[in-house]
């Protein structure tokens, strides 16, 4: 017999099955893969429209105003205004833009962040598709991502949507080799690419205390350098430079009104669900619980409370830290992003090949450290804040 | 084979074609960008998870974004007044039907070379790491090595260029 809690964290997969119990044979499996899609594809705009109430909210109350707060009360029915707001509205198209094009960019982009959600895995047994290269299929459909982006700027025929599309890629590119190197160390360490095993190599407790990889030194680096990574990734500030308002109107999506701006604003915040979902399963467990004592709890609601946690963190960061500029960006990117994270995988090494005790937490620690203190005081030494030197272009 | 694979057979050709026959640069590099992403799901389809994924990371995610900016930062959007085909059509045709001749003569000649196979090997990507280290790491360094000198020579034309800018 299945005890209560065991039965409630499972209760969605019992559920399908049930529902598909009632159906013959050959149509089981076929129908269980569309109600998981559609749940899939229910679910997440669902916590979209709960995010972007939160986030005008705690990005309102940090700057010291209420946000809205007209519609319900506290302002929680503010999304369905604004869906009803954004379904009403007027397409409007340029003349001269690509109609082809333009058309197809929100689309890609929405199709390819959704298929990242086919690999994560959202409790004990609840995976979509249990991929032996599970990892790479997520940074495949994001890779894809970029084309949208660039399609989008490039068919509105608008100079400040060119300029926008061309920094969001450049941006997107640069930060992507960090994202990718700092998961390959957990790769390297978990020994497999599908991300139920990675789960599965932190699933065990010592003293009480969980195994994630975030607690040990590579670990915690890499973490650090996913979250660098992946705010980059889906332009969100600091580094939403590509669709500053008072730089570039709105950048990429400048020419983009009622619902296709709706499906780029849910591509962007859906990305963002995807990026935290992958750096919980990666670096803090999963659908682990935080303590061996609190295992009762369903793994979905950890998994969930995890991303949750996650946006709260991005709306913080949001509304705390200055944008970057571009140049600043990118030379973050490359002199020290990409070095920490290849000094990572380093460290990665090391620490397997020393053996357990506490010498190897000492020796990784320090070497990070070490790296970190370095390379962010020589970036700084060398630069002399002369004339700006301009290079137009041909 | 199916008619799975005569639709995905039929994306990527279509891709490939448009890419030659449109006349708008960015439009073709977009087509062939499909042509990419069809050979991906050929890929797998023959259960290659590894090489399928591959294939869309690098190609769609990065080949396919260099076209689009060489495209757009050489000024080469505008559409050519004279025309898109070349003068000498007929001796690319030529060389296009000897190279297919060459690659349909090896896909055929290697069909009775493993005549006890029934079932296709399935590889793991473990597998790939294994081979990649053991057997195949002198191709592996000298390809890191390849990566290297370009990525050493981008940085000089582009250093070079900004001399020049500098100075004029």
Redesign the interface.
């Given at each position: 017999m299945i005890g209560m809690f065991e039965r409630l964290d499972q209760i969605f997969v019992l559920l399908k099955h049930w529902l598909v119990g009632y159906l013959p044979q050959s149509w089981q499996t076929p129908v269980g893969v569309v109600i998981s899609v559609a749940c899939i594809v229910g679910l997440y705009p669902a916590l979209f429209a709960v995010t972007t109430v939160l986030e005008r909210k705690g990005v309102g109350r940090i700057q010291n105003r209420l946000g809205p707060n007209r519609v319900g009360p506290y302002g929680i029915l503010q999304p369905m205004a604004d869906g009803i707001k954004s379904l009403t509205k007027e397409d409007i198209v340029p003349t001269s833009a690509?109609a082809v094009?333009h058309f197809l960019a929100p689309i890609i982009l929405v199709v390819t962040v959704f298929m990242g959600f086919a690999v994560l895995p959202m409790g004990r047994n609840m995976v979509l598709v249990d991929?032996?290269?599970g990892l790479?299929?997520y940074?495949?459909?994001?890779?894809?991502t970029?084309?949208s982006v660039?399609?989008a700027g490039?068919s509105s025929r608008n100079k400040y949507s060119?300029l926008g599309a061309?920094r969001a890629?450049a941006q997107m590119?640069s930060y992507?080799v960090a994202l990718l190197l700092s998961s390959v160390v957990i790769v390297m360490m978990a020994g497999?690419?599908s991300l139920v095993k990675i789960v599965e190599a932190q699933n065990h407790y010592s003293y009480g205390l969980p195994h994630w990889f975030i607690f040990t030194p590579w670990g915690f680096a890499a973490f650090i350098m996913y979250a660098i990574a992946g705010t980059a990734e889906t332009n969100r500030s600091p580094f939403d430079l590509p669709e500053g308002e008072s730089e570039l109107v709105a950048g990429y999506h400048t020419e983009y009104s009622g619902f296709k701006f709706a499906l780029f604003f849910l591509g962007e915040y859906v990305a963002m669900f995807s990026i935290s979902g992958l750096g919980s399963t990666l670096f803090l467990g999963g659908w682990m619980a935080p303590l061996a004592a609190l295992q009762f709890i369903p793994s979905w609601i950890w998994f969930f409370g995890k991303l949750f946690v996650s946006m709260c963190v991005f709306i913080w960061l949001r509304g705390t830290l200055p944008r970057l500029r571009q140049d600043q960006l990118m030379n973050f990117a490359w002199k020290f992003v990409l070095p920490m994270c290849l000094l990572n995988l380093f460290v990665a090494a090391l620490w397997r090949f020393m053996g357990d005790g506490w010498l190897r937490w000492v020796v990784c620690s320090a070497i990070l450290i070490l790296a970190y203190v370095s390379i962010g005081r020589g970036i700084m030494r060398r630069e002399h804040f002369g004339p700006r030197?301009y290079?137009?272009?041909e | 084979m199916g008619f799975v694979f005569y639709l995905i057979s039929a994306f990527a050709v279509g891709g490939a074609l448009a890419a030659v026959l449109l006349k708008?640069l960015?439009?073709a590099a977009?087509a062939v960008?499909i042509a990419f992403l069809g050979m991906a799901l050929l890929f797998l389809r023959l259960d290659a998870?590894?090489a399928g994924?591959?294939q869309?990371?690098v190609y769609?995610?990065?080949v396919?974004?260099l076209v689009?900016?060489a495209i757009?930062?050489t000024k080469g959007s505008d559409v050519p007044k004279e025309g898109v085909f070349s003068k000498s059509w007929f001796a690319g045709l030529a060389i296009a039907a000897g190279v297919f001749a060459v690659l349909a003569w090896a896909v055929l000649q290697s069909a009775p070379a493993l005549p006890n196979e029934t079932t296709a090997p399935a590889v793991?990507?473990?597998d790939i790491g294994n081979a990649l280290m053991s057997r195949y790491v002198l191709p592996l360094e000298i390809i890191a090595v390849l990566l290297t000198a370009a990525l050493l020579g981008a940085v000089i034309v582009a250093m070079h260029?900004?001399e020049r800018?500098?100075q004029g």
């Open positions: 690509d094009v991929m032996d290269a790479l299929f940074f495949a459909m994001g890779a894809s970029e084309l660039f399609m490039w060119l061309m890629v590119i992507e497999s690419l030197s290079r137009y272009a | 708008n960015v439009h977009l960008t998870q590894f994924f591959a869309i990371l769609v995610g990065a396919a974004i689009v900016f757009l930062l793991a990507v473990n260029e900004k800018a500098k």
